[in-house]
């Protein structure tokens, strides 16, 4: 806990910083510290809404001489629990995203979401490695590694980084490259939290402008032969096709288009590189496999990239849990099914990406990034009902992991998590090796652990 914080500090954070400064009394505080779980209120000392390098700097620095632990946040989709003391400091005003077509490297500064980077390098033909929604911030995503509709292909997004921009615990700025700071380097590529607050970072974009993907949707009556046929599938396709399937269960509500409103379904999110007879060919199994009502599957340009798992993108109660699984076969999908598959599960969403590749299997030697070891992940997101949250959804869960057992795999990756039960799971989130050299690399550059990170 820092010491307390008097008005003549305030005063002198708002003179230091160019951008704004928000304390407890503030009415705009709230919009300011808003996360996309609409649950998790931050409640943090002091928010410094950062303009800008300096801005970071400062603030680290009068954190540090405030004794108050610094928290990051960006867009607020990856956040897991109230902030409840401390400095906050929001990126969301640093949000420019500069593009060298000649290097084919964007710069992509701490706020920018990855719809904005994807917007900026379509200009030049070019694209990013994204993730599945473009509202998500592009650092908070990429520190965690990264796995999106392209990586079977590419790899994690934390691969393509050349360089951070951050500043350090000492309130330095400082690059972290291959060259430069390498063991830093190595940790903010999938490490996430407690290294330091990055001001941007260099991504190197793919000459890339078209992909052919979307997704198919199977009906109730129709998702076991589909997800029978698709468990099958995946163990043929090249590496150039990314793809999963999600139980989703639509609520019976205007603001779902009327021909998903109220059903239960199993959607195919598919994404290939190469021409698109090639596409075509690869994903006709899948087609045939079962009737789906709606094939959205066609050749798109990159910047549609988001169309592919058409994430929800509007903030809500949020509740999910995720975790890797080894191989996955008909065994799995049985005992999946019989657990997960009911009309009344209170899950609005179960996705299960395959996303064993030659690229993802690379990164381990490379970075920090965890959960390279498992060929699919796996995340159920709660039915929004905040009374669920404690007991029902926690219970369920339990209930399909029990079931699934088997398959379940020991490491995971961040970002995959969802919420963080103990110690245990966060551990799970590396290999043990890379989680013993994160910490030794926290301690070595932030002994004061002034970065809050679990
Ligand atoms: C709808 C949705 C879709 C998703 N899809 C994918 C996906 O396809 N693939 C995938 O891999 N993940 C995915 N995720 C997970 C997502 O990548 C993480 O939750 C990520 O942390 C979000 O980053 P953010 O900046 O948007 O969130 P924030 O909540 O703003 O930040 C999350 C954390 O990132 C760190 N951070 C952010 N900015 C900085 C900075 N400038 N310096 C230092 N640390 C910083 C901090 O630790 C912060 O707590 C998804 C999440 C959601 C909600």
Known sequence: MGRPLDTADVDRLRALVTGEVFVRADAALTDEVACFNTLIQHDPDVVVGADSSDDIRLAVRFAAEKELPVYVQATGHGAFAPITEGLLITTRRMSDVVIDPASRIATIGAGASWGAVVEAAAAFGLTPITGSSTHVGAIGYTLGGGLGPLSRTYGFTSDWVRAFTLVSATGKLLRASATEHPDLFW????????LGVVVDMDLELLPLERVYGGGLFYDAEHIEEAMRAWVDWVHTVPDTVTSSVALLRFPPINEVPENLRGRFVLHLRYAFVGPVAEGERLVAPMRRAAPAFLDLVADMPTSDIGTIHNDNEKPGPGWSRGMQLCDIDQDFVTAFLARAGGENVPFIAIEIRHIDAEQTRRAPQQSAVGGAGAPFTLVMIGVPVPELFDEVLPRTSDGIVAGILPWIADETNINFLGHV????????????????RLAETRTAWDPGRLFAYP
């Open 187 to 194: 940790a903010l590529r999938g490490g996430k939290g407690g």
């Open 421 to 436: 039960a103990s110690t245990q799971q966060f551990a799970s989130a590396w290999p043990s090796d890379a989680f013993t």
